[in-house]
């Protein structure tokens, strides 16, 4: 019985959960971000903006990719259709735990030039109105294809270790750990295909009281500093857009990385 309850409210939630898909922000945000080493470590995957967003569940359809890594190395996120949470697993070594999805391709249609432009505005995404006008695109009507790459850093026991690159598409790296560090700022790094991406946003969304925003841009080493200005939940958001000609008429393709964690 309750396997079916769950593949029914998974099918439910794929209805409810699919409009909102559109929506800014993609991340994971552990219910607690330190638990014993034994205990179960448990994350929702949320999509919204502002740190506020609806809960999406385990969907296997909906990922290429869910996976942790901590001290003894990577396994798959095992679930079944309809969890929620959508991570639900047991901290099995000390450490750093790294958990990162990549979601499946998904589409947009933009009804409006004003939307596609409030968007490129916000995500700071530099010559890419002009390149869609040079390309002769139509001012609405047309498609994106997107992907989420998300990746959530927490503590299972200990907070020793370090963040990696696991190779999602577009991944933002902590070169520091934010559970460690005495400094006033986290360095960070952004990768496209594992090389450094230059001159891209980074959004920082702070709850720690309010919920703050800021931005900053990767330098040419593809790194950023990101101010720690108070303690609390943190994410951080990056947007990387490519030239694309797709059967279903997609002619941009959007990868969205998030990283996401606790200052104490």
């Not at 959508?86 to 999805?101: C, D, E, H, I, T």
């Not at 990549?102 to 409006?112: E, I, K």
Request: glycine fraction near 8%.
């Amino acid at each position: 019985m309750k396997i079916l309850q769950r593949v029914f409210f998974g099918l439910f939630a794929a209805l409810v959960v699919s409009n909102s898909l559109q929506a800014h922000e993609f991340w994971m945000e552990p219910e607690n971000p330190s638990v014993s080493v034994g205990d179960t470590l448990k994350i929702k995957l949320r999509v919204g903006q502002h740190l506020k967003g609806n809960q999406q569940p385990y969907i296997e359809s909906w990922f290429e990719e869910f996976q942790i890594r901590d001290a003894e190395g990577m396994r798959p996120v095992k679930g079944m259709q309809g969890d929620m949470p959508a991570f639900a697993m047991k901290v099995r070594a000390p450490g750093l735990q790294v958990v990162n999805y990549v979601s499946s391709t998904d589409d947009l249609r933009y009804r409006s030039r004003e939307q596609f432009e409030r968007f490129i505005e916000y995500e700071g995404l530099t010559g890419v109105l002009e390149r869609h006008q040079e390309r002769g695109l139509p001012e609405l009507g047309f498609r994106e294809d997107y992907v989420r790459c998300a990746k959530a850093l927490a503590v299972g026991g200990t907070a020793e270790g370090q963040d990696l690159l696991v190779g999602m598409p577009l991944e933002l790296l902590a070169e520091e750990n934010p559970y460690l560090t005495k400094s006033t700022s986290l360095p960070v790094r952004l990768f496209w295909q594992g090389e450094p991406l230059s001159d891209i946003q980074i959004r920082i969304f702070h709850r720690g009281g309010d919920t703050e925003e800021t931005t900053v841009r990767t330098d040419t080493e593809g790194r950023a500093q990101i101010p720690l200005t108070a303690s609390g939940f943190f994410l951080l958001n990056a947007v990387h857009m490519l030239e694309v000609e797709q059967k279903n008429g997609a002619v941009w393709k959007s990868y969205w990385a998030s990283l996401s964690f606790t200052y104490q």
